[in-house]
């Protein structure tokens, strides 16, 4: 088994580990209300922070929103540093795929298409993570717009490559799993939309936990190419920088042996005559 492996399955641990992380630390300073709040008032004669006591008033300022949760210190420098390193995780991934699908089968349209909008996916991630919310509300909007659309639009064509490469059951199994995944997060993305633009509080707080449940399930689908990358050599890495498969190397010195073996297989005859 490869190494290789190992990277799949820690961007998950990793992000979805320091997102929680986060929110804990958001709700310990009383800067979001608990995913268990439903209760939400117009106002409140103190901010949450200076509140006291069990029961805290909440307005939609509070709404434990992912992005919410990490807008302020201390908690906004881990949520920063989950951010920014998932990306990178997440790009390194994208490419290694990329090159291993054009190590094991060929190069196609579905492919580069999934290369390209992961990559655009990290940036979007990278852009909100380093611009919190409720300070630069533009850029991280911004980057939020980026990153939902082109995760959703990544695992969709990741899960269409998935069955097209698929030859063994196995790989039909991990195929049916990865489109479970993926309707399962569009129904997350949509439900998370439509109920963040409503005026209603009790749809705004199932906004924000059905956005949790999607961030979780895009970053559970990373965590399923360890079944391909267990498999991964370094002659994935010199198809990085030839950029195709190494069999097209093989196949075109392939004339010159034969020519070889031809032209040796004669000249005991040519020596004979003479």
């Known amino acids: 088994m490869s190494l290789w492996v190992i990277l799949p399955v820690s961007l998950p641990v990793f992000t979805i580990t320091g997102i929680w992380v986060v929110y804990v630390m958001a709700l310990y300073n009383q800067h979001v209300c608990p995913v268990n709040n439903w209760i939400y008032n117009e106002s409140c004669e103190e901010r949450l922070p200076q509140q006291r006591g069990p029961v805290f008033c909440c307005t939609l300022d509070n709404i434990p929103l992912i992005s919410k949760c990490g807008t302020l210190a201390p908690e906004s420098c881990f949520f920063s540093l989950t951010c920014t390193t998932g990306s990178f995780m997440v790009m390194l991934i994208g490419l290694l795929r990329y090159a291993h699908v054009i190590e094991k089968h060929q190069n196609c349209v579905l492919n580069v298409a999934s290369l390209s909008t992961g990559w655009i996916c990290a940036a979007g991630l990278f852009i909100l993570g380093i611009f919190p919310v409720d300070l630069v509300k533009v850029l991280h909007y911004i980057g939020a ?54 005026e209603s509080f009790v749809l705004q707080h199932a906004s924000a936990i059905f956005e949790w449940i999607y961030c979780m399930l895009i970053m559970l689908f990373y965590g399923t190419f360890a079944f391909e990358f267990r498999g991964m050599s370094r002659d994935t890495l010199i198809i990085l920088v030839r950029g195709e498969r190494l069999q097209n190397f093989s196949s075109d010195s392939k004339p010159k042996s034969e020519f070889h073996s031809i032209s040796n297989h004669h000249q005991p005859e040519v020596l004979t005559i003479l």
């Open 145 to 198: 717009g980026v990153a939902f659309p082109c995760s959703m639009l990544f695992v969709s064509l990741q899960s269409a490559l998935t069955y097209r490469l698929a030859k063994t059951q196995g790989q039909y199994g991990v195929a049916h799993l990865r489109v479970g995944m993926a309707l399962l997060a569009l129904i997350a993305l949509v439900l998370s939309g439509a109920f963040f633009v409503q």
